[in-house]
């Protein structure tokens, strides 16, 4: 028996492979679906089925590529409701895989197709369950993505979450292993852990939402206190999770077409397309295209683009470093931009050898800052709440990245201010979309907070943000 966990750290998102005497199961796949196929090339192995845990929102399955490169069929567990073909299974439906078994275990809580899928090995023995987003590590599933108006609210369905996590999971033995659809960084819950996999036992003992005494009025006002509106792109992503989307193979050969300086131009103002910088925070800071998005391919490139630029049909033109066109297309697909248009050829070098206009961003060292600091001095702090009320520089105002564009007005529109984040990333990607709102008295600061604490500018007492 063959498990391997295919993990993709920009989307905190972990995809399975299964495989016993020749056959193959995937559990949850990417979109891009030559990862599985050439694993299951390499060995000798036909995958027989596609398993998906539920409608994914922060992301785009490769389930129906998949289903059409293999002819395996589609699996979603009971309530599904899909456009396409697939086995809808019964709640404790058996699906074998060589000398294995792959048992859906129906937990609707986080949605209401929402299903588990538990494997036993040769002997028959519980090994492991695969939990999608009911259950990840250190967390559950945000009961808040599935409702319907006048019919099932949040707290309906955290009410049904506890039911499942209480009948089907927990009495499951503490050494069968626990593998999560997502880690750290997912929106999909409030706190994740860092591991990607664990023993049910341990998770027993760490994770508050399976307390052994816990009531369930107590389960659903913690699972839900706390959450933030779901990025926009959410319901999006499960529209094309469930009705199907293009091949993956049309996206990068349409948003990989080369486009010089004038083409670029002509076609950004015929298609009121966004320019989408993709290059690290210090090559956009010293120029970028007027007007361009920063968003680097270095950071949490995939969530961030889906939080800030929403609309997945939303047309957009690439600047790249050399060599990543494609690769910035593939994970832009991944969260549904399948809109991409071409891309900037010989990168942000040829629109300057086309003597075209280009802007900067001011920057300045945590250093400067502190030799600059006055009581009318103006610094915004764009982490999430969590991390500024966690430990802030005093005196700075929060305005997280996340909800950046309802903060524009908060700006000041005459003075120089300042802006930062933890490092640098997220600071940069606020500048560009300040800049591109005609906001350009801003400087941000290099090495954001991090630096700021090294050099001793005052800063807030800590607070460990579990206990926010």
Same mark, same amino acid.
């Given at each position: ?9 920009? @989307? ?76 809808? =299974? ?8 060589? $000398? &294995? ?20 090995? *040769? ?9 999608? +987003? ?20 949040? *707290? ?10 209480? $009948? ?28 990607? &996999? ?39 992503? &499960?529209?094309? $999770?469930?009705?199907?989307? #293009? ?10 077409? =080369? ?22 925070? +210090? ?13 680097? @391919? ?12 929403? #609309? &997945? ?24 931009? #399948? ?47 969590? *991390? ?9 105002? $929060? ?70």
């Amino acid at each position: 028996m063959i498990i391997e966990q295919i993990y993709t750290g920009c @989307l905190s998102q972990g995809a399975y492979y299964i495989e016993s005497n020749g056959e193959a199961a995937i559990i949850d796949p990417l979109r891009e679906t030559s990862p599985y196929t050439t694993r299951a090339e390499e060995n000798n192995a036909t995958i027989k089925y596609i398993f998906e845990t539920h409608f994914h929102a922060d992301f785009v399955s490769g389930h129906v590529t998949l289903a059409q490169k293999t002819g395996a069929p589609i699996v979603y567990g009971p309530m599904a409701d899909p456009s396409f073909d697939a086995i809808i =299974a019964k709640d404790n439906q058996e699906f074998k895989i060589g $000398n &294995v078994t792959i048992i859906a275990l129906h937990t609707p809580g986080h949605t209401m197709e929402s299903t588990t899928y538990l494997l036993k090995d *040769e002997n028959g023995n519980d090994h492991a369950i695969f939990s999608g +987003d009911t259950l990840f590590l250190g967390d559950v599933g945000r009961p808040d993505l599935a409702q319907k108006a006048g019919e099932i609210t949040e *707290e309906d369905l955290a009410g049904f979450l506890f039911d499942s996590l209480r $009948n089907k999971i927990m009495p499951l033995a503490d050494t069968v292993l626990v593998y999560p659809a997502h880690g750290a960084g997912s929106a999909c819950g409030k706190n994740l852990s860092k591991d990607t &996999v664990d023993t049910l036992g341990n998770q027993k003992n760490t994770n508050y939402a399976l307390r052994a005494n816990m009531t369930k009025t107590e389960f659903i006002k913690e699972v839900t206190d706390g959450l933030l509106p779901p990025p926009s792109y959410f319901p999006l992503n &499960v529209k094309m $999770n469930k009705e199907g989307y #293009d091949d993956i193979a049309d996206i990068i050969k349409r948003g990989t077409i =080369a486009l010089d300086p004038d083409m670029l131009e002509a076609l950004a103002n015929r298609t009121g397309a966004i320019i989408l910088d993709v290059r690290h925070q +210090d090559d956009f800071a010293k120029g970028h295209i007027p007007r361009s998005i920063f968003i680097g @391919l270095d950071g949490s490139f995939a969530p961030w683009v889906g939080a800030l630029i929403a #609309d &997945v049909e939303q047309p957009i033109i690439l600047v790249t470093p050399e060599g990543k066109e494609e690769e910035t297309v593939i994970r832009l697909s991944r969260v549904g931009f #399948d809109n991409t248009l071409g891309y900037l050829k010989g990168g942000f070098n040829a629109w300057k050898k086309a003597a075209k206009e280009y802007d900067t961003v001011n920057t300045t060292t945590a250093s400067n800052l502190s030799n600059e600091l006055d009581s009318s001095t103006k610094v915004y702090d764009v982490r999430k709440e969590s *991390e500024y009320l966690s430990e802030h520089m005093i005196g700075a105002i $929060n305005t997280p990245l996340d909800f950046i564009n309802k903060y524009i007005k908060d700006f000041p529109s005459n003075e120089n201010f300042y802006i930062h984040c933890a490092s640098g990333y997220r600071s940069m990607v606020a500048a560009s979309i300040l800049k591109s709102r005609g906001i350009h008295n801003l400087i941000n600061v290099n090495g954001g907070f991090n630096a700021i604490k090294d050099i001793k500018i005052p800063v807030s007492n800590y607070v460990c943000p579990s206990t926010l």
